[in-house]
Nanobody
Framework: VHLVESGGGLVPPGGSLKLSCAAS????????MGWYRQAPGAQREMVAS???????NYADSVKGRFTISRDSAKGPIYLQMNNLEPADTAVYYC?????????????WGQGTQVTVSS
């Protein structure tokens, strides 16, 4: 499975961006997909994700501002980010877990930079 993100960029505080992630290859192996981010000097953290049964999870810091959506369970997936804050500045990664539930393997995209600054 190969993941490709797009849609990052520079936006002022309070602005909006929409990220997209397309999956290719053996997409039938995808178990679940989501978005993570990593700021400089920080650990990679989950931002928003789908569970295998289609439910969504959000980090507390983005609830009410970010919305994850998808065209299908195998992607593409999207992340609508509204009311962006400087603290949202990070590289955003698309993630997919592939394989059987007993042996899931994480696959990552190359990342897309989101910078929130005036």
């Amino acid at each position: 499975v190969h993941l490709v993100e797009s849609g990052g960029g520079l936006v002022p505080p309070g602005g909006s961006l929409k990220l997209s992630c397309a999956a290719s290859g053996s997409v039938y192996e995808i178990y679940a997909m989501g978005w993570y981010r990593q700021a400089p000097g920080a650990q990679r953290e989950m931002v928003a994700s789908f569970t295998n049964d289609g439910n969504t999870n959000y980090a507390d810091s983005v609830k009410g501002r970010f919305t994850i959506s998808r065209d299908s369970a195998k992607g593409p997936i999207y992340l609508q980010m509204n009311n962006l804050e400087p603290a949202d500045t990070a590289v955003y990664y698309c993630n997919a877990y592939i394989g059987p539930p007993s042996y899931l393997v994480a696959v990552w995209g190359q990342g897309t930079q989101v910078t929130v600054s005036s």
